[in-house]
């Protein structure tokens, strides 16, 4: 037998191990249920502070908030550990099983909040509070010592019952939190009194470098290029220099990885200028290329058999060499794959 649930705090000896082992899919060991699919035999994790910031586990898919929470930074941070993307075809060990099933993305997850955390962050809590720093000395003229509250444990012993049950679905707007949550990087971008002159000008490693040193990652909002990224729901990864151009109208929105292949292949086009016959299937290639590394390592490496099994190998045999060498070496000299990257 083996536990179903595992309480993993400061307080169990050996707990950033099993943090560790939760993200690699071995907690309590590799579970049996299934020969052909790796996961581990414990499944739930109880926690108190140890898993929530500052941890990764891509392939979580429930989270479970079983107390309120105040603060927007930590309910980002919290709401953050299941927006990880992850393929679920990767944990499975039967190579012709994984053929036939191809990719398993991580399309969504639950949140369950028992204490409408949710709720309090669409509806309730004030983004525009401006909090004022306590009085120096108040907690001596209080006569507090810095013990800041009652010690002991409370014990209650009334009935504790889900008094409703509501799920809801969050689209690709986001939550409010996630808006806001950018609106304020926003607003800071566009107060400080020189980054857009910086930006007018064409100074941009000036200003990033700024942005990154005195900005992004700082205790006052704990603004990070992740949740940045996150808070805008777009398909690709946006880079900071996008961020900063929307915010000052430099650009009208942050176009989505179709849209910017489009723009590479027309650029393609009009240089190469594909037959007709050819043109469905260079496209193709050519988007592949870009976004699937591992056909772009079946074309680098010149493994042409592993062609049989991917999904753009068809394509690929339709086209001549020539256009196949061309289509290679144009994303090679011209296009930066990271801005592709999810």
Known sequence: MFPFAIQVTSRIT???????????????????????????????????????????????????????????????????????????????????????????????????????????????????EVLKLPVKGYQEAAGGGGGGGTSGIYDSARNDYLTKLQEAAVGPEGMKIDRMYFQRFEKTIIEHPALKEQAEAGHWEELLDYVEKHILDKPEDFFTLEKLRSSVHVD????????IEKIFGMIPYFKTKNELLD????????????????????KTVFKAYIIDSEFRDIVDKGNFAYLNVSPYGEAFKKLTPELRRAITEHIKDFVALNKFAA
Do not use: W
């Open 263 to 282: 723009e590479e292949f027309d650029k393609f086009d009009s240089r190469y200028l594909p037959k007709e016959e050819y043109f469905s299937y260079a």
């Open 236 to 243: 690709r990864r946006i880079s900071l220099r996008e961020m």
């Open 14 to 128: 050996d707990a950033q191990h099993f943090t560790i082992n939760f993200t690699n899919n071995r907690l309590s060991g590799t579970g049996n249920f299934n020969p052909s699919y790796k996961t581990s035999k414990t499944r739930v994790c109880v926690t108190v502070g140890m898993m929530t910031t500052g941890y990764d586990c891509p392939d979580i898919l429930n989270l479970c908030l079983m107390r309120p929470i105040f603060s927007p930074t930590d309910f980002i941070q919290i709401k953050g550990r299941g927006t990880r993307k992850y393929n679920f075809a990767v944990d499975i060990i039967d190579v012709p099983l994984k053929e036939q099933t191809g990719d398993k993305p991580k399309d969504n997850f639950k949140i369950f909040d028992y204490f409408a955390n949710c709720e309090y962050f669409e509806e309730k809590f004030n983004y525009d």
